[in-house]
């Protein structure tokens, strides 16, 4: 499966709480459902190239290379109000620190075992790569779960410890690679889920000890992309090799912080209750962020695959346009109802993101195939949309079975 992300950002509070804001529940559900769809996108023929990913070295972006970045800037735009609630709750700095390192822990785990998927093995590790990834989901659901008061303490601590169990055991039959170089369990890449994890390190880390501080943050995300630039120029010194690629390299990181800055301001904003000088500096933040990837364009070009600057900028400044759209229409003008079928894919998100794999694998094991109408084509991408959709009520569902994961 194409994977393109989930985001760490479900611990936000409740619906009446001013520490929530529904444009950024609704922001996330559309980009999930958004994801899920363009992640199926392999699956048709005959579609507009502008729908998929643009190959690596390319000039240019699909619609499906603006969907990872706009989770990492949801990401980031979460940060200030989780920091907030734990702190009124009377977390230390170092309480939410290590809750950062856990929930990095969590992400990185999860990529790490999804990648590796990718890649296995089928005869060497003794079970076929959908197996693989249905054993994965499911024991990170055992591990991540918050169980509901129904299900006695013991029962889910043995839960857990079995899905930890679990991973152990899969990461020891693990073998990819061929039959001329057969490798064992590996980070060959942290995957989608994984950068989300390095990314939302690096932005936490800086929201939690900035405590607010607009200055602060304004100058870590200017950090962030002086270190994209850098790094596309091949500026950068080997000395700081050690530093996790997705964080020295700026533009993923870059994505969160801008979400955090973001979210700063709003706070600001939404306590004076002036949404409309709110709009005015977040349209021309828009327009700022455009003109940024304009320059940098002829320098590196306008690419995803290789998380150049000028896609840093223009995402940036496309998920801002989204969520000032999204604010007005959900919170402002109350329209957030309208919504409720894909609440799900906002606030269960990363159970929503686990399952088309799951999907995926069923198919294919009962050996289901659709016929080539359905794949092909505005009737293809109609099936997509509502496999989306599906996948949306499946989290609903579980959610309401209690099956609620939380990292």
């Known amino acids: 499966m194409n994977k393109t992300a989930i985001l760490p950002s479900q611990s936000i509070q409740t619906a009446l709480n001013p520490a929530r804001v529904g ?107 959908l197996l693989w990834n249905v054993l994965s989901c499911t024991s ?23 899905g930890l169990l679990a991973l152990l055991v899969l990461a020891f039959l693990y073998r990819g690679g061929d039959a001329e170089k057969i490798t064992r369990f590996e980070p060959h890449w942290w995957g989608i889920l994984g950068l989300i994890g390095w990314s939302y390190l690096a932005a936490a880390l800086v929201t ?22 850098a790094s596309q120029a091949g500026l950068l010194p080997k000395a700081i090799d050690f530093i996790p690629a997705a964080i020295r390299g700026g533009t993923l990181a870059g994505l969160s912080m801008g979400g955090v800055v973001i979210a700063t301001l709003f706070q600001h904003y939404r306590k004076q209750g002036n949404n409309r000088q709110m709009t005015a500096v977040f349209l021309g933040i828009a327009v700022f962020l455009t003109g940024l990837s304009v320059v940098t364009r002829p320098y590196w070009g306008l690419s995803k695959l290789d998380a150049t600057p000028a896609w840093l900028f223009l995402c940036s400044a496309f998920t ?19 919504f409720s079928f894909i609440k799900p894919a906002g606030t269960d998100t990363l159970l929503c993101y686990l399952i088309p794999y799951f999907a995926y694998a069923t198919t294919a094991f009962l050996g289901i195939r659709l016929p080539d109408v359905l794949l092909t084509g505005g009737i293809g991408l109609l099936k997509s949309f509502l496999f989306a959709l599906l996948c949306v009520w499946i989290t609903r569902i579980l959610s309401k079975a209690g099956v609620r994961l939380k990292l």
């Open 23 to 129: 444009a950024i529940d609704l922001l996330r559900a559309l980009t999930m459902v958004l994801m899920i769809f363009v992640n199926d996108l392999w699956s048709l023929q005959d579609i507009p190239a502008w729908l998929e990913h643009v190959p690596r070295g390319a000039d240019g972006i699909g619609l499906a290379d603006v969907v990872f970045p706009a989770f990492l800037f949801i990401v980031g735009m979460s940060l200030p109000f989780a920091v907030d609630n734990r702190r009124k709750k009377g977390d230390s700095d170092r309480q939410l620190v290590g809750h950062v390192l856990l929930r990095s822990a969590a992400l990185l785990m999860m990529g790490v075992f999804l990648v590796n998927g990718e890649s296995i093995n089928e005869t060497a590790t003794g079970m076929p790569r």
């Open 140 to 162: 990170f659901i055992l591990v991540w779960n918050t169980y509901p008061k129904s299900v006695p303490n013991w029962l889910g601590t043995v839960l857990k410890i079995i």
């Open 208 to 229: 939690v000890f900035a405590r607010n501080r607009l200055s602060i943050l304004i100058a870590a995300w200017c950090g962030f992309a002086i270190l994209s630039m």
């Open 320 to 338: 801002i346009l989204a969520f000032t759209a999204i604010y007005w229409l959900a919170d402002v003008k109350q329209k957030g109802p309208w």
